[in-house]
């Protein structure tokens, strides 16, 4: 076999699958309770109404345009219903504004390629989206820990990045509902985070892919909106919004958007246009065909059963777990995070977990960018039915029991 190695660009070295990933791929036993999977329960996906939109399409002269090439920026229709719905939770932008992925995780791809040179800091929240710190990865960043309780003056943050050799580029989380922990930043800490952007000229990247399912509690302004309502309008702000219908529509769609000032748009749509010229023209159309005749209702119904499942989880939680061990209470999305004791480790658990009590989970340290808080685990909880998360959790509160007694 070749050594490929040495011909590979010095950024694939950051390519690596985890062992994580590896541990997870046991999760094929038919046997083992999974509340690993951060996906949406596809018994919920609206497979009726987009069996109807496909046959509308290829029935219909649209055939033609759907199956053809099309403009990099996307679907004007969809852009369209995406300023109309994103109205309603503040953010005042028009179409030229909205610029369709494939998938969110394509933008978080893209904007680490417009942002990050070689050594430049990202911040991130510890924990934070693992996906965004692999997109990010093969941009050869380095990252700081963003504090959102005002405890990190800009200063000590650009000493650290050009320590390191570059400069801090841009803040990214998840603000609702954030994948791994379900928690969201309150008010005052997006209004912080929006000072300290302006204080130190970074961008902020608001990773919006939960928005939609807030069961409960009531609904924090995305920082977009903020940063619009501060400064008289969306060109002169410095969010930059990600959207997706995968957790409310279907993810295979890929079908994701990105709200923003024009600069950056321009940007993003000559990327495209190098990278893969526009998202998939038809399924663009049917997202617009399906959530134009009845998204609310489409959220509703998942939110329905996710709010579900989530009572069933945190009432198992405090059934079954342990002194000494505890957890988030998110008030929408997929996921609960669970700290250990700080002696237990999430991937030791793990391996064991599989070996005698047959539940999965993600342990903690891989959406860590320093690797750090090994004792730490997500659990999603969007597809599991009530009986299995009580039995899944009971089955992971006597391993924790037993490790925390070893
Ligand atoms: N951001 C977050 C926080 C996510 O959890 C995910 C999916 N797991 C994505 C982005 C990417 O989703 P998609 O590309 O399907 O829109």
């Known amino acids: 076999m070749l ?13 690596k699958a985890s062992e994580i990933r590896e541990l997870l791929k046991l999760l094929e036993q038919p046997d083992i309770i999974s509340f690993a999977g951060g996906i949406p329960d596809p018994a919920l996906f609206p497979a009726e109404e987009f069996k109807t939109a496909y046959a509308d399409i290829f029935s219909s002269a649209q055939v033609n345009s759907a199956l053809q090439y099309s403009v ?27 610029f369709i992925t494939s998938g969110s995780q394509q933008a978080l791809d893209y904007l680490g390629k417009l942002f990050l040179s070689p050594k430049d800091t990202a911040l991130v929240t510890w924990p934070t989206y693992l996906g965004a710190l692999s997109a990010f990865n093969a941009y050869e960043p380095n990252y700081d820990q963003l504090s959102l309780n005002g405890n990190r003056t800009p200063e000590a943050y650009r000493d650290t990045a050009s320590r390191l050799g570059g400069s801090v580029k841009f803040a990214y989380l998840s603000a609702d509902f954030s994948n791994p922990t379900g928690e969201t930043i309150d008010l005052a800490g997006r209004e912080k985070l929006l000072e300290l952007a302006d204080e130190m000229d970074i961008a902020i990247l608001e990773d919006a892919a939960y928005q939609n399912l807030r069961f409960d509690g009531e609904p924090v302004a995305p920082i977009l909106s903020l940063d619009i309502a501060r400064k008289g309008g969306i060109e002169n702000t410095r969010t930059i919004y990600s959207g997706s219908f995968s957790k409310t529509l279907a993810p295979g769609l890929r079908v994701g958007f990105v709200i923003t000032a024009m600069p950056v748009i321009r940007k993003l749509v000559l990327m495209k246009q190098a990278a893969d010229l526009h998202s998939s023209t038809i399924n663009q159309i049917a997202v617009e065909h399906v959530a134009s005749r009845g998204f609310a209702e489409q959220v509703a119904k998942i939110k329905r059963v996710y709010s579900g499942r989530r009572d069933a989880m945190l009432a198992a939680l405090a059934k079954y777990m342990p002194k000494g061990t505890t957890w988030t209470k998110p008030e929408g999305g997929m996921f609960v995070w669970i700290t250990l004791p700080e002696h237990l480790d999430g991937a030791e658990l793990l391996a064991k977990s599989l070996a005698t009590e047959k539940v999965a989970f993600v342990p903690g340290k891989a959406f860590y960018a320093d690797g750090s808080n090994a004792n730490t685990l997500r659990v999603s909880f969007s597809c599991a039915n009530d009986q299995m998360i009580d039995e899944g959790i009971k089955r992971l509160g006597r391993l924790i029991t037993n490790a925390s007694a070893n």
């Open 3 to 15: 050594d490929w190695e040495h011909i590979f660009a010095t950024r694939s070295s950051r390519m």
């Open 72 to 98: 990099s920026e996307g679907y004007k229709p969809l852009r369209d219903w995406i300023v109309e719905d994103v109205a309603k939770i503040g953010i005042d932008c028009t179409a030229d504004n909205v």
